[in-house]
Structure formats: structure tokens, C-alpha cells
């Protein structure tokens, strides 16, 4: 017997144009927690969807407690004992979370005998978890204990985790960690998947660092430095957004009182939101997804109408206003999804920037739009954004994920609004993109516009934000100054755990 | 005019015959659409079926045999659609309106040398003793096998969606294809699986009229009972029992206005015969419940 | 083994080529067909595409081109908006049968007046309102209750139908038709009659009014703001909510456009070609009209070749009755799997394919 869980040796897959995995080999042992670290596309979710059965590498081999082992779908996967949570949960959310977890099961038992585990599982693990529930309900962080609840059922020797952490608010990262410390004192080896670097040092004892398909380090997190590693991941040293420290202007964006019933049936009503945002600064609002992040964009971009004098600009009643008056008002909005909401992936960058650039860049005229003037504004963004592509005839689903969201915040930016409303700015972008894009919605606080950033992710609030404020539940906090927030300030004003404790934790 | 002339009972037992192809078309496409995939052929697979058994029971004189070939018939067509959806990725929408125009023109192609043609009779299942109940008995133990084959159906749908494991992974991949792909099933077999169902299904309902309710064949002979039973499964909120009381419903008005206008009742016999139409719209604005399956109409390619 | 890998462009080449390639399977498989049915394919191909034009009754035949194509790239221009927009309005059949009633009720409820200024003008504008009406019963269910309009369009031709076959022996009926049922026949009635412009040419004011809606259809899609706000609507509804388009009004919108085309083409049907209100009026020119439009791409241009392509099956089906002894069925089939090849050729449009075993799992 040796400790070796899992050997990959020379794993190789590529796609047209793309190598995901070049040559990639690693060992994850026995019990333990092994991370694989790198920056959205460098193959990390090639990798382990080739562990899981999901993709078959091109060349290469692997070898599970010293045998061969090629799965070929991930019913095969599941069958020799490997286990995984995905990052974009495979849930079904007409169905309860019973039936969800005996969806992920070979041989599952009744319904009703699979409940009663659910609970004891859930209850040893920490995980509290009613098994009648009808999973479209849920938290997203209870969505995630029904994927860590459906691995745990199969006593599994390996689980892969994939940004696990991502919706989590820090306390029930915390749960988490404890439930994942437990199960590696148990033998169970954990695959951790993140670009986290402190989780990581905090969590695991090895780690594998993939840059663009190819493993360019490994090393023992506990004994190197943050910064070090995310050298290793980016390949070079990464360039942090400069923040101006401004003196706040006057009162631009006003929100009073505003609540709004939720859209649609899993969706998260408004509560009574009051906050003014000033020239000049850049107030940041955390919170854990399906709080309220979608509902609070829609009421402001104006997809959503609500009732006058709810939300004011410069003292103008804008509550009643559809998107396009409000845009002509100097209100811009970017939403987080990225294809089919900011943007339209099959159209045209041209297309894509008239979608918002029509009025306020004067594009149409008298009913009739000005192509020539709408691809100039087009090439305009590609250029003052560097977005990487040949040209504005090019559809937008062509671009990268980090690309387009360049396109999309610039063609925002470059409308000069009073107000910029931004949701996830960086989600799904790679770290040098993220960091041009942060640059320039600082750029334009700068110039004195005032601008609302709302995303999960902490660290990225942390460095643009001059205020903080949190959603939970459709509640927005009193904003606090940004400056000087400890990481338990945040979760507390999070909304602690979402009614999670740490039961009954036999470790 | 003479209301008199229609007799409760029998009204309730016409009713439930009447209703019989609608609530087999109409499970067929329940169990397609919680696979995620709309099949707007429903009614081309409904004529396509009745003509094929109707020539399978002329050619073999059973009525059996040609329930039989009306289910390979609907069920042939079906694979059309499945084959240009699930594996060419077309949209579903159109597909099935071609699958609709095309059923329309083969039924009617291969109908031509047996139009006005009569069907091999289907007799009823007698129940002895049970049929003389009163009320009860001509109701519920004197109707024609493909009648209780309707009712049997629907349960049987109902037990597989509900409580074989089966049925959740159909549910799951109508659900959301993605994950369900995620987690290794094989969604476009099962959908195909279901499609080929619906069809079966579909082209069993279109026999019973032109075998049963009519019974001889005529172009054109299902009238709009395919939209009909499209119409009913949202009606019903993709849920089986709440299928069947649809059914129920429009074979009501179709029988009921069948005997007004049998009774010369004052109302133009136009406005009669539009009522089930009109019926079906009020039943869609007023009456429907429920969520569509989340990937109901998408195409699924795994790209992974 | 075949796979398909999508692009990361749709082919721009195949987007036109397709409908083409789309014509010659339908061709292919259409041969196999009337070779299984014991007819010389070539000659039937021939009989339907080519003797409507150039055969020997052609100067019978080839008038009846224009006739059929305008209905067709009138509805088929309608439902090319709603479409694109992801609004699927099926119900064009009963549309045009509204639109004739209320043309023909106009201009009969003036009857025998010879104010052709007034009465031509106004039955076009009533069957244009028909129509209208008609469509935008599912589109207002829809915005309001959230119906769908696939269905509910799709009723109301049945019910359409059976308002069509009350007319004709009721309200609309010819007073002096002794006791026959169909409306008095309009060609005999100079102030509302659509006639033939030029002897011989088949056409009458419906193809010059589907020539002026392919040219406005094509501003409207290519230039306009609204033809902008449908396309975005089809490809990315939320995207165009975020745009600031309303989508109720756009369905409205819609439902209307193509309720009124569909009205105007069967008042257009119903004062000159067929030339009364009578129960078997409507010919199916509503759902062929469905094909005409995929076929076409939903791109006016492409509609205007499609219609005369879709017209031409119709009469090279007649023709084939008539010296093939095919039965006229056949081509609601051969129509049928137009739609069906255009659909499974398109495919090269967004995908490629790829030979070799499969990678991906």
C-alpha cells in the first residue's frame, strides 16, 4: 500500500485553438487536502472534469489506488469512490433536495430511508439540511451542502471541490473548513479548487499551481507566502488599482425607502433600501448571492419600475423611468450576466454597443440609427479598453469572458454617467482584466462620478471601496467607511451564517 | 328544440370517450415536455397515426392490429423530430410545426384511396353485472378498451414520474439539462426515448378517432385535437391527474355542444362547433398552473 | 462518427447557402418519394418547378405566380417580426380569413356604391383592422395572462373558420345567390374589386403591396430602431429589457403587424382571385406562410424568394395533379419537408462538423 491516492501523469487535452491541459501530472495522497490553484483559464476545470469522467483527455494517464484508472462517464467516477461539488451547482430546482441527492447516487434508497441519512449525515457533518425542501428555495449556501451532503452519502475516497467558497459568506466558510478538516481527519483525500491564496494557506498542505494548462509549481501553502504564490499563478507581478483618496461631492444618487416585491418565484424581494451615494466616491456593497443583488441592478438600471421618489438622481424622481430615460438622466448600469444581459452574445459589438450608447451617445436619430456612428463609439471602447478582438463586426460571444466585460463596462464608462451601478465586475475575468476594469471604474470615480460596485467578491470591495455596505435578504446596512473593515466586521454585517451553526462536530 | 333528448348519464359517458384521444395525446407530450423538449407536432402525429391504423385495421380487419400501427405510425413520425432536434439541435418550435404541416400532407397522402371508407368495429368491454349498475355502470364498465388504456395510462405516467427513479431522472433532465449532464446521464437518449413515447402516444389518440369516435376516415380528421392536447398539458401545470380533468373538460363542451346542436337548440350550429376552441383559449387564460420544466423548448449540446 | 462543434461565429456562408442546399435535399428527397410512389422523379421535379413556367400551359400558369406569392410574402413579412422576435404567432390563417370578412363587410355593406376612392381604400383598411384585431387577442392574453400565444393563435383559426362558414351563409350571404351560400362576388363589383393591373402578369394591388412590405420591411429591420429592439428581443430577451424595451408593447406590436398583414393579404385574396366569402375561402396561405418565412431567414428578401419558391410548389402541385395523377397532397408534404431540410441544414450555420471519433464525452 502506498499513501498515493491519485497519480496524474502527462494528462493532455486540448481543444480547437486551446490547450486546457498540457502535460499535467500531480499526486493527491491519502487524506489529504491538496489544492489546485490558478486563474480562470488555466485548466483547472478541464483537469478535474477529466478526473470526474466528464471530459477524456487526449493523452495521458491516471492511476487510482495503484490501478489504472479512465473513466468514462462520471457514473464510473462516483463508482470508484470520487465525489464532486460543482462550482455552478448541478441542482434542479423544481425538485426537492431529497430528490436531488438521490439523483447524484448510483443505487439510492427509498425516498423516505434516504431522508432519514440526509439528516444524520447532515447533523454529523455540521450541515443542517431538511431534506423536504424544494431546492430552488434555498440559500446558496444550503444548495451547497446538498452537493457536499450528496458526495458525503457515497463515502467518498476522494472529493473534488470546485471555488466552493465563492457564495459563502465567511462564516460559513468557516462551517465549511471544519466539515472539510473533518472528513480529511476521516482518510477522505479533498482536491480544492480555488484562486483563494489565504483559504488555501489556511486549509491545505500541498498544492499544484496550473498557469495556461501546465503545472508551473507546486508547494506546501502553509510555508509560503500569499504573494508568492499568486506570482506563481499570474506569472508576473501583478499591478494593484491605485485609489485616489477624494473628498465626496454632493449627493447624486438617492434611495429612499425603496422595496420591491421579488420578480419571479425564486427571486429576492427589496426591504425598505436607504442610501444616498455621492460624487466622487465608490460605495461598495457585499453580500452573498440571491440576496437581492439581481433585484437591486434592476431597480436601478430601470428594468424594474418602482415607486416615485424611491430613487433619485441630482434630485430628479427617476423611479418611473424606463433604462433608456434614465441613461439620458446620466444613470448607467452593467448587470452581472454577461451574455444575454449586458450584452447579446450573437450580436455584433456594434449591435452590442448601441444596446445601451443609443441615447445618450446620440446613435439614433428620429426612430433611425446611425450605423457608422454606432460602430465608431464601438471601436472607440475596443480601443480606450484594450479589448482583444479583430474588430466591431465580430460577435460578442466571440470575445473572451474578460474581454467582453471590458466591452461592457467601458461602453458604460465612456457614456460619462453620473452614476455607474456595477454588479460582479470581475466575475469570471482574469486577473489582469480584473484589474484594468477596477482601474477604470476608479478612474471615473475620480472624475467625479459616483459609483455603486456590488460583488462577492470581498477582497475586490475592499480595495475600490470608500464605503461598505451589505445586502442580506433584500436589506441593505447603514454603510460603514471602508477603510480599517476586518474580515469578522464584513460577515457580521453579512448576516452571519444564515441560521448555520456548528452542530455537533465530533471531530 | 329539446333538451330533454340528452340523457345526463350518457352525456358523462360520451364525455369521458370523447376525451379519450385528447388525454392520450396529451400524456404523451406531458411526458415529452417534463423531458424538456416541445413537440408542437402533436397534431401531425395524431393524423399520421389515425391514418396508419386506420389502414392497418382495414388491411388486417383487427381493430387491435391498427392500434398497434397507429402507435408505430405516431411514433415513426416522432422519431423525426427527435432525431432533427436532439441530434441537428434545430429549434424546437418550428420543427414541430413542420412536423405538423408535414403529418398533415402524408396522413392525407396516404389517405386518399380510403377516404369515406368505414373501420373494422371496436366493440366495448362489457363488465357484467358491474355495467347495470345504474349511473355508475355505462359510466365506468361499458366503454371500449382504448377508454380504460387512457385512464391506465395517465396513472401509469403518473406512478413512473413520481415514484420510479426513472421518472425523477426524466424530471431532472427536463429540469436542467446541464446539470443532469453534469451528473452523467444521457439526456439526449432519454429525451429521444421520451419523444418517441409522445409520438406512440399521440398517434394511438389520432386511431381512436378514426377508428372509434368517427369512424371513418376523412382528411383532416383530428381538427385541432393535437393543439388541443398541447393546449391541456399547460392547462393541467405538467401534472398527470390535473391532465386527465382537462381532458374531461374539453370532451364536456364537445359532447355537450354535440347533443345542443342534435337538440336544435337557437344557437347557430357555427358558434356550437367553435366552443371547444373558445373553451380551450378561456381554459389557457384562466385556469393554468404551474411551472414549465426549466429547460422546456432548449437545445442541449454538451460542449463540456 | 459525426459530432458537431460549435462556432464561435455563426457562418455567414451558410446562413444564405443554406436555404439553397435546403432546396436541392427537399428535391432529393422529394424524388425518392414520388419514386416510391411509382412516379418518374424527374419528370415530377420537372412537372413542379419547371412546366409552371416554361412548360407547355405556362401562359396559364405563370400568372398564377404573382397570385399566389403575394398572400404569402405578405404574411410571411408579418410573422417575420414576430419571429425574430421569439413571439411565435401561428394564428396568420385565421388573421387573413378576419381580414377578408371585414374587408368584404365594408365594402358590401356599401353595396351598390361606386365610390371606388372610398370603398377600395377603406375595405383594405378594414381587413387590415381585421386582422389586427384578430392577432392581437393572443398577443394582449399573452401580456396580460402570460398565455401562450402559439396556442391561443392557433385556436382562433378554428374559430375564424367557423365564423368564416357563419358569414358565408348568414350576414354576408348574396341576397340574390338563391339560397347558395358565399357572398355576392366581389370581381363583379367595380368599386371594391382588387382587379388584374396588367392583363396576363397576375398581378393585382396585393403584389404591389407586398413589394412596398419587403422594402419597408427591410429599412425597418436594417435601419430602424425597432427592427433593432425585435432582433435583440429574439436573440437575448433580457438583454433587451435591459435595452429599455418594453417587451408587452413589443408583442403587441407585433401581434398586430402580422395580424394586419395577414388581414390585408385576405382582403386583397378575397376581392380579386377568389372573389367572394364563401366556406372553403382560405387555402392554408397562413401556415405555408410559416415556411415562407424560415425559409426566407425571416430577411425580407429572402421572404420575397421564398413566397415565389412556395408559390410555385402550389402551382407546379396543381399542374402535377392535373398530368401526373400526384395527388395535391403531396405538396403540403414536399412543404413540409422544405421546412425540415432548410432546419437540418441550418445547422451548418451555427456548427460545424467534425469527423473522427468524438473527444468530448
Known amino acids: 500500500m502506498t499513501s498515493t491516492l491519485l497519480e496524474l501523469d502527462g494528462l493532455t487535452k486540448t481543444y480547437p485553438g486551446v490547450v486546457a491541459n498540457d502535460d499535467v501530472s500531480f499526486a493527491i495522497r491519502k487524506g489529504e487536502v491538496h489544492a489546485l490553484l490558478g486563474e480562470n483559464g488555466a485548466g483547472k476545470s478541464t483537469l478535474v472534469k477529466s478526473i470526474y469522467g466528464l471530459v477524456k483527455p487526449d493523452r495521458g494517464t491516471m492511476t487510482l489506488d495503484g490501478k489504472p484508472y479512465e473513466p468514462a462517464e462520471p457514473r464510473q467516477a462516483r463508482a470508484a469512490g470520487i465525489a464532486m461539488v460543482f462550482q455552478h451547482f448541478s441542482l434542479f430546482d423544481a425538485l426537492n433536495v431529497a430528490e436531488n441527492i438521490a439523483l447524484g447516487m448510483e443505487n439510492p434508497p427509498a425516498l423516505r430511508d434516504l431522508a432519514k441519512r440526509i439528516r444524520d449525515v447532515s447533523e454529523q457533518y455540521g450541515l443542517p439540511l431538511d431534506p423536504s425542501r424544494v431546492v430552488g428555495d434555498l440559500s446558496a449556501g444550503e444548495r451547497q451542502r446538498v452537493e457536499i451532503i450528496r458526495c458525503l452519502l457515497q463515502d467518498p475516497k476522494l472529493l473534488i471541490m470546485d471555488e466552493p467558497t465563492s457564495v459563502l459568506t465567511p462564516q460559513e466558510v468557516h462551517i465549511l473548513f471544519e466539515t472539510l478538516r473533518l472528513l480529511r481527519s476521516e482518510g477522505t483525500s479533498i482536491l480544492y479548487i480555488s484562486h483563494k491564496l489565504e483559504e488555501i494557506r489556511s486549509l491545505c498542505e500541498h498544492a499544484t499551481i496550473l498557469r495556461l494548462g501546465k503545472v508551473v509549481g507546486t508547494c506546501d501553502p502553509r510555508a509560503t507566502s500569499a504573494r508568492d504564490m499568486a506570482e506563481m499563478m499570474v506569472g508576473a507581478t501583478l499591478h494593484v488599482p491605485e485609489k485616489a483618496d477624494a473628498a465626496a461631492g454632493e449627493v447624486v444618487l438617492s434611495i429612499k425607502s425603496l422595496s420591491a416585491p421579488a420578480p419571479h418565484q425564486f427571486g429576492t424581494a427589496l426591504r425598505d433600501i436607504s442610501i444616498d451615494v455621492r460624487a466622487g466616491e465608490v460605495l461598495g456593497i457585499g453580500g452573498v448571492a440571491g440576496n437581492g443583488q439581481d433585484e437591486l441592478v434592476a431597480a436601478l438600471s430601470g428594468e424594474m419600475r418602482t415607486r416615485t421618489g424611491t430613487i433619485s438622481l441630482n434630485g430628479t424622481p427617476i423611479g418611473r423611468m424606463g433604462p433608456n430615460e434614465r441613461r439620458a438622466a446620466g444613470l448607467s448600469a452593467a448587470p452581472e450576466e454577461r451574455n444575454g444581459h449586458a450584452a447579446a452574445p450573437d450580436m455584433s459589438l456594434t449591435e452590442n454597443a448601441l444596446m445601451t450608447g443609443a441615447v445618450p451617445m446620440g446613435l439614433v436619430e428620429r426612430g433611425f440609427l446611425r450605423w457608422a456612428k454606432a460602430r465608431s463609439f464601438a471601436e472607440d471602447i475596443i480601443k480606450t479598453f484594450d479589448v482583444r478582438t479583430p474588430g466591431p463586426q465580430n460577435a460578442g460571444r466571440s470575445l473572451s469572458g474578460g474581454n467582453l466585460q471590458k466591452f461592457v463596462i467601458g461602453r458604460e464608462i465612456l457614456q460619462r454617467p453620473k452614476v455607474l451601478v456595477v454588479n460582479q465586475p470581475t466575475w469570471g475575468v482574469d486577473a489582469a482584466a480584473a484589474a484594468s476594469i477596477r482601474q477604470a471604474i476608479l478612474d471615473l470615480a475620480a472624475d467625479g462620478a459616483a459609483v455603486v460596485v456590488i460583488s462577492q467578491d470581498l477582497d475586490e470591495l475592499m480595495e475600490i471601496s470608500d464605503r461598505f455596505s451589505a445586502l442580506n435578504e433584500g436589506r441593505l446596512s447603514a454603510p460603514r467607511p471602508a477603510r480599517g473593515l476586518t474580515v469578522e466586521q464584513i460577515g457580521l454585517l453579512l448576516g452571519g451564517a444564515h441560521d448555520m451553526e456548528v452542530a455537533h462536530v465530533e471531530a | 328544440m329539446d333538451l330533454s333528448a340528452i340523457n345526463p348519464v350518457l352525456l358523462i359517458a360520451a364525455l369521458i370517450a370523447a376525451s379519450t384521444p385528447i388525454l392520450l395525446a396529451g400524456i404523451g407530450e406531458l411526458v415529452v415536455e417534463r423531458a424538456g423538449v416541445l413537440n408542437l407536432g402533436v397534431e401531425g402525429m395524431m393524423i399520421t397515426g389515425a391514418i396508419c391504423g386506420f389502414i392497418a385495421a382495414h388491411a388486417t380487419g383487427s381493430a387491435s392490429v391498427g392500434f398497434l400501427g397507429a402507435a408505430v405510425g405516431g411514433a415513426g413520425l416522432a422519431l423525426i423530430f427527435a432525431v432533427l432536434s436532439q441530434y441537428l439541435l434545430t429549434n424546437q418550435v418550428p420543427t414541430g410545426l413542420g412536423l405538423t404541416l408535414f403529418g398533415l400532407g402524408l396522413s392525407s397522402l396516404l389517405g386518399q384511396d380510403y377516404a369515406g371508407i368505414k373501420a373494422p368495429t371496436v366493440s366495448k368491454i362489457d363488465v357484467p353485472l358491474l355495467s347495470d349498475i345504474p349511473v355508475l355502470g355505462p359510466i365506468l364498465f361499458n366503454q371500449d378498451p382504448i377508454v380504460y388504456l387512457g385512464i391506465g395510462m395517465t396513472v401509469a405516467v403518473w406512478w413512473f414520474l413520481y415514484r420510479s427513479r426513472r421518472g425523477l431522472i426524466l424530471r431532472a433532465v427536463g429540469e436542467n439539462h446541464e446539470a443532469a449532464h453534469a451528473l452523467g446521464y444521457k439526456v439526449r437518449l432519454i429525451r429521444v426515448g421520451a419523444i418517441v413515447f409522445g409520438g406512440a402516444c399521440a398517434g394511438l389518440g389520432g386511431s381512436y378517432l378514426s377508428l372509434v369516435r368517427v369512424p371513418i376516415w376523412t382528411d383532416g380528421i383530428t381538427a385541432g385535437y393535437g393543439w388541443i392536447a398541447l393546449a391541456i398539458v399547460v392547462f393541467a401545470g405538467w401534472r398527470p391527474y390535473r391532465l386527465m380533468l382537462g381532458a374531461y373538460l374539453f370532451g364536456g363542451v364537445t359532447v355537450l355542444q354535440l347533443n345542443l346542436q342534435a337538440a336544435n337548440v337557437p344557437i347557430p350550429a357555427e358558434y356550437l362547433s367553435m366552443s371547444p376552441y373558445v373553451a380551450t383559449i378561456l381554459v389557457l387564460v384562466l385556469m393554468s398552473s404551474g411551472r414549465a420544466p426549466g429547460s422546456l423548448g432548449r437545445a442541449f449540446h454538451a460542449s463540456t | ?361
Open chain 3, 1 to 361: 462518427m459525426l459530432r458537431l462543434e460549435r462556432r464561435r461565429q455563426p457562418s455567414s456562408f451558410w446562413r444564405w447557402a443554406a436555404p439553397l442546399a435546403a432546396v436541392v435535399l427537399t428535391m432529393f428527397l422529394g424524388g425518392l418519394l414520388f419514386a416510391a410512389m411509382g412516379k418518374d422523379p424527374l419528370i415530377a421535379i420537372r412537372t413542379i418547378f419547371w412546366d409552371p413556367l416554361f412548360g407547355q400551359y405556362a401562359a396559364f400558369s405563370r400568372p398564377q405566380l404573382l397570385v399566389k406569392a403575394a398572400p404569402l410574402i405578405l404574411i410571411a413579412l408579418g410573422l417575420s417580426f414576430g419571429f425574430r422576435a421569439g413571439i411565435w404567432n401561428i394564428g396568420a390563417e385565421g388573421q387573413y380569413i378576419m381580414g377578408a370578412i371585414f374587408g368584404a363587410g365594408f365594402a358590401l355593406a356599401f353595396y351598390p356604391s361606386e365610390a371606388r376612392w372610398f370603398i377600395f381604400p377603406g375595405a383594405i383598411l378594414f381587413g387590415l383592422l381585421g386582422g389586427m384585431l384578430w392577432g392581437l387577442i393572443p398577443g394582449v392574453l399573452k401580456v396580460r395572462f402570460g398565455t401562450n400565444e402559439i396556442l391561443s393563435s392557433l385556436m382562433l383559426v378554428y374559430v375564424a373558420e367557423n365564423i368564416l362558414a357563419k358569414m358565408a351563409i348568414g350576414l354576408l350571404k348574396n341576397p340574390d345567390g338563391m339560397g347558395f351560400p358565399g357572398s355576392r362576388n366581389l370581381k363583379q363589383y367595380a368599386a371594391a374589386h382588387n382587379p388584374e393591373l396588367a392583363a396576363g402578369t397576375g398581378a393585382h394591388w396585393g403584389v404591389v403591396a407586398a413589394i412596398l412590405a419587403v422594402a419597408g420591411a427591410y429599412v425597418v429591420l436594417s435601419r430602424h430602431r425597432f427592427g433593432y429592439d425585435v432582433r435583440l428581443t429574439g436573440q437575448s430577451p433580457r438583454a433587451a429589457r435591459f435595452a429599455g424595451v418594453n417587451p408587452g408593447r413589443l408583442i403587441l406590436i407585433c401581434m398586430a403587424i402580422s395580424g394586419g398583414f395577414a388581414g390585408i393579404a385576405g382582403y386583397f385574396e378575397v376581392a380579386g382571385p377568389s372573389g367572394q366569402i364563401s366556406i372553403d375561402f382560405n387555402v392554408g396561405y397562413g401556415f405555408t406562410a410559416i415556411i415562407v418565412a424560415f425559409l426566407g431567414r425571416l430577411h425580407p428578401v429572402g421572404i420575397l424568394l421564398a413566397g415565389l419558391l412556395l408559390a410555385l410548389t402550389y402551382i407546379g402541385g396543381e399542374v402535377a395533379a392535373l398530368t401526373l395523377n400526384l395527388p395535391i397532397a403531396t405538396i403540403q408534404m414536399f412543404q413540409g419537408m422544405l421546412l425540415f431540410s432548410l432546419l437540418m441544414v441550418d445547422v451548418l450555420t451555427d456548427f460545424r462538423i467534425r469527423f473522427g471519433k468524438a473527444k468530448v464525452a
